[in-house]
């Protein structure tokens, strides 16, 4: 029933009630007026009229509020409604203005990295940095467009493939009897040629880049940089994870504290870049160049760095535990104090490399090549050494305790004070070593080659164990052992 249908109705049921009421109390008036009646009952007939009237009155009153009342309410759901409407036309002007405001923005700053002074470039992403931050919504979109923005005027430049093998190739070694290799004299001029200034725009957009806030970043997306020359780039604390850098330059880049844990570094250039403190862990580095990289106390856990290059790199107290160093070059490497536990060294070249009081427990070295290496103090306990190159190696105090040295040539190592505890030795080549000191307890020393070795000093080896190896009449045995019969005959 509408509200005009509604009024009408209230004010005739009002008017009846109020007449009623009133004639009610002019009866009552009335009977109280009789002669005949006593001065009681008069005014018992003047006090019901009283209350009568009284009650009507409130009736009346009641009527009227209740009335009232639910106009009021009424009148407040209405304004309610029409509060509710203004508000969703307000939202909708203000999200039109909004999308106006940062369509403005984005057009400007868009059109503006065209521009041909580096100035207004730079202004440009600074002011898409701005819209990115405040309208989230438009995140991803501007770091897509900074990506492309780096990868469209900073492309990698094309080598010839003998150049680009002249200039970062494999240094050629020359072999000494005691210590490591020198690179060759031409790498190291290549090593020290001034790279190109990077450009102050694609500096701004990495910068952008590196600083976003990592929340707004979609799932399963990744920064594409891609085949980028930004060598010499400051990527300071820089937020990389899983960014797509495969084939990218980043020579002698500023890479220190920055994040690129599973980042595809894929064939990537980083030759003596900064990458101290950086976080690398489960990040993809095949074939990856990082000669003269600086990577000490870096996190490399379970890196994959199959064929990589980094001869000369310093990865002192580096944590490469689990990490893949299949066929990985590490010539002339540092890597003091490391960890390298669990890690993956097979047919690795580590000519040079100085791996003093280093972690290596249970790490896979099958057919690595170590000559030269320092691996003083080094833990190598349950390490698989199998075929590996260990010719004039320093090996002075190292843990090899339950090592796996099968086949393994250690031609005039130095041995001096190893724990050689239940070490294998099957086969090895042990000529010309020396072993001053060492401790053989329960080693495996079957068809060990013993020629010219130094046995004087040693601990815990028995007759047993020299009767199974190789020897002759210049290998020098402790004290309380006296040569077999078949040594002193041959030599």
């Known amino acids: 029933m509408s509200s005009k249908k509604t009024d009408p109705l209230l004010n005739w049921l009002i008017t009846i009630t109020v007449l009623f009421g009133f004639s009610l109390t002019v009866i009552f008036f009335a009977l109280s007026n009789i002669k005949q009646l006593s001065i009681q009952e008069k005014i018992q007939y003047r006090n019901q009229a009283l209350t009568t009237t009284a009650i009507v009155f409130l009736a009346s009153a009641a009527m009227f509020n209740t009335y009232y009342a639910a106009k009021r309410a009424q009148a407040m759901q209405k304004n309610a409604i029409a509060a509710e409407k203004n508000l969703e036309i307000g939202i909708q002007n203000t999200k039109v203005n909004q999308d106006r405001l940062i369509a403005e923005r984005f057009m400007g700053a868009i059109g503006q990295l065209g521009h041909e002074k580096v100035e207004t470039r730079t202004g440009a992403i600074y002011a898409l940095e701005r819209v990115a931050q405040d309208f989230p919504q438009e995140h991803w979109t501007i770091m897509e467009i900074l990506t492309a923005f780096v990868r469209e005027n900073a492309p990698i430049q094309h080598v010839k493939a003998d150049q680009q093998k002249a200039e970062y190739s494999t240094a050629v070694y020359s072999s000494r009897r005691r210590g490591g290799s ?21 500096q701004a957009a990495l910068t952008v880049i590196g600083r976003r806030n990592l929340l707004e970043d979609p799932k399963e997306q990744k920064l594409d940089l891609r ?34 844990s599973e980042a595809n570094l894929n064939g ?13 862990q489960k990040a993809s ?28 790199a310093s990865l002192r107290v580096a944590n490469l535990q689990g990490a893949n160093l299949y066929k990985a070059n590490l010539q002339q490497a540092t890597l003091k104090v490391a960890n390298l536990s669990g890690a993956k060294l097979f047919l690795a070249n580590l000519q040079g490399a100085k791996l003093g009081k280093a972690n290596l427990h249970m790490t896979g070295l099958i057919g690595a090549n170590l000559s030269g290496a320092n691996l003083n103090g080094a833990n190598l306990s349950g390490a698989n050494l199998n075929a590996a190159k260990l010719q004039q190696t320093e090996v002075y105090f190292a843990n090899l305790s339950e090592a796996s040295l099968t086949e393994a040539d250690l031609y005039q190592a130095n041995l001096i004070g190893a724990n050689l505890h239940k070490a294998t030795f099957y086969q090895a080549n042990l000529t010309q070593a020396n072993l001053m000191g060492a401790n053989f307890s329960e080693a495996n020393l079957s068809d060990v080659k013993l020629e010219g070795t130094i046995l004087t000093g040693a601990k815990n080896l028995e007759l047993q164990q020299i009767r199974e190896a190789i020897g002759d009449r210049t290998t020098r045995l402790p004290d309380y052992i006296e040569a077999p019969t078949h040594w002193r005959q041959s030599g």
């Open 182 to 202: 020198r690179p060759t004299q031409q790498l190291e001029q290549n090593l020290h040629e001034e790279l190109p200034k990077i450009r102050t725009d694609i």
């Open 268 to 280: 990537a250039k980083l030759v003596k870049s900064i990458l101290y403190e950086t976080k690398l």
């Open 227 to 260: 085949n980028t020359d930004i060598r010499g780039a400051d990527l300071l604390k820089a937020n990389l994870q899983q960014a797509d850098l495969r084939g990218a330059d980043l020579s002698g880049a500023d890479l220190r504290e920055a994040d690129l």
């Open 285 to 312: 580095l095949c074939g990856a160049n990082l000669c003269w990289a600086n990577l000490n106390r870096a996190n490399l856990c379970a890196a994959n760095m199959r064929s990589a290059n980094l001869s000369g």
